[in-house]
């Protein structure tokens, strides 16, 4: 006779044949918990100050100082990204910097922010911004004008609005 474990074992490890329609007990996950917060700002500031060279999970498990699985799912759990997704995101997001402020070729600035080739960085550009970096160039110049903040200064009051819209159009 089977004792109840070895049911509930029975139970799991047996596939549902084709007439069985009783739901199996799943096994429990293990809760993953977040990466807590001063680990996670060590990753992020070496992320930042590293980005352009190649980093390894290995080398972000060991800023962190944990394994690189428990890194990897603490990791994920902490931001809703990979490690490797978050590092590209940041590449994009500096790349994004130097298209608006520089004209680098695309090339040069594909290599300054720790792509090997301009082709993988086209590749990975559009798909996290939707579009490919030359296209996006052009549409953040043409564009530029209308992003500018209005105010730099705080307006206070009683101050009158067209005398600040007027300050904002002379800027």
């Known amino acids: 006779m089977l004792t109840e474990l070895q049911r509930a074992?029975?139970?799991?490890?047996?596939?549902?044949?084709?007439g069985d329609h009783e739901a199996r007990p799943e096994l429990p996950r293990a809760k993953i918990n977040a990466l807590p917060k001063w680990?996670?700002?060590r990753v992020e500031h070496h992320i930042a100050a590293h980005f352009e060279r190649s980093i390894s999970l290995s080398e972000l498990a060991n800023v962190a100082g944990l394994s690189r699985m428990h890194f990897a799912a603490q990791f994920r759990a902490a931001t809703g990204y990979r490690p490797r997704e978050y590092l590209l995101i940041h590449r994009i997001a500096h790349a994004k910097s130097q298209l608006t402020t520089t004209q680098r070729p695309l090339a040069e600035i594909a290599l300054a922010v720790g792509f090997s080739t301009q082709a993988h960085f086209s590749t990975v550009f559009k798909r996290i911004s939707g579009q490919t970096p030359a296209r996006w160039r052009t549409a953040a110049k043409t564009e530029r004008p209308?992003?500018?903040?209005?105010?730099?200064?705080?307006?206070?009051?009683?101050?009158?609005?067209?005398?600040?819209?007027?300050?904002?159009?002379?800027?």
């Open 9 to 18: 074992h029975t139970r799991i490890d047996l596939p549902a044949g084709p």
């Open 39 to 41: 680990r996670l700002r």
């Open 146 to 171: 209308n992003c500018e903040s209005p105010l730099r200064r705080r307006l206070t009051p009683d101050t009158n609005w067209r005398v600040n819209m007027h300050y904002a159009d002379a800027r």
